[in-house]
């Protein structure tokens, strides 16, 4: 019967861990391209280059396009987020322990795949564009030079462009009225509604997050990218173990995963650099 009860609490906990990581663990997993099941210590993605479109005489040969092929290699890490849980505190207190570790566990493997896909993001070397934020008009301004920017590289503009945002550069947006106002807001599918801040606002879907490089600083960076230009290699997804261990007493906790994130297409990838210890403006 004791053998039986384990089980039947690992497979719980395991399931509430892969809620909780799917609930609050990661904002971008989603925003990328993403390959699974991956075996070995890297993988690659696949970037098929322009082709050109040519005339041709009567009866001619057709000019090939010779589109370039190129493999973007992408290595994988291994990533651990376990605890402890002591057999006899868990007598004292009133709070649910197991679902504790499980959010906890979750969040912090989320956040890891978060910093791999910004870190990744933050390998691009397009023009930056520099927010002004000294008036209304200056913050939109600098939000339209960002998707402008991506324009200019023919970035796709399919509904799978993204921008993650520091929270004060979210604070900056929200004083311009097209940001704000539902006149100009478009309502959008809205994939992660319920779950964090999102809003769809010139074809783009922009996300609020504490993790930018530069955060809380004067240069706080801040991306605006298309789902093909990056990508997420996943060896394992969040998996959970439970051991015993009579020397402690107690319930060693692990959840961990494998995964990794790459640049894939450069010019997909906009930055902008947002003075993050500015004042909002007052007009």
């Known amino acids: 019967m004791s053998t039986t009860i384990d089980v039947a609490f690992t497979t719980q906990f395991e399931r509430e861990v892969h809620e909780a990581f799917q609930r609050m663990g990661s904002k971008l997993r989603e925003t ?7 075996n070995g210590s890297s993988t690659t993605f696949q970037v098929i280059g322009k082709g050109t479109a040519t005339t041709k005489a009567r ?11 190129t493999a973007v290699p992408c290595t994988l890490s291994d990533f651990y987020a376990g605890d402890w849980v002591d ?3 868990e007598l004292k207190i009133n ?42 008009a200056a913050i939109r301004n600098s939000l339209i030079d960002m998707v402008q920017a991506a324009n200019a590289n023919d970035v796709p503009d399919d509904g799978q462009r993204y921008g993650v945002l520091s929270s004060q550069a979210w604070a900056f947006a929200s004083v311009v009225e097209e940001w704000s106002s539902a006149d100009y807001v478009a309502p959008g599918d809205r994939p992660f509604a319920g779950r964090f801040q999102m809003k769809d606002w010139m074809g783009v879907k922009w996300i609020s997050h504490t993790g930018v490089p530069g955060f809380g600083t004067a240069t706080s960076k801040n991306f605006l990218y298309h789902r093909s ?14 051991s015993w261990h009579g020397d ?7 959840n961990m995963m494998s995964g990794g994130a790459c640049l894939i297409e450069d010019a997909g ?9 500015a004042a909002l403006p007052t007009s």
């Open 87 to 89: 057999k006899l505190d």
């Open 229 to 242: 230009a990056v990508g997420y290699g996943e060896g394992m997804g969040v998996t959970s173990d439970i």
């Open 95 to 136: 709070i649910d322990e197991r679902q504790a570790v499980a959010n906890g566990g979750a969040y912090a493997l989320g956040r890891k795949v978060d910093e791999q896909i910004l870190t990744a993001l933050d390998g691009t070397t397009q023009t930056v564009v520099t927010w002004v934020v000294t008036s209304e």
């Open 59 to 69: 009866h001619g040969v057709i000019t090939p396009m010779n589109q370039t092929h």
């Open 248 to 254: 402690h007493a107690a319930h060693f906790v692990n």
């Open 269 to 277: 990838v906009i930055e902008g650099n947002v003075d993050d210890t």
């Open 32 to 38: 990328v391209r993403l390959k699974t099941g991956v």
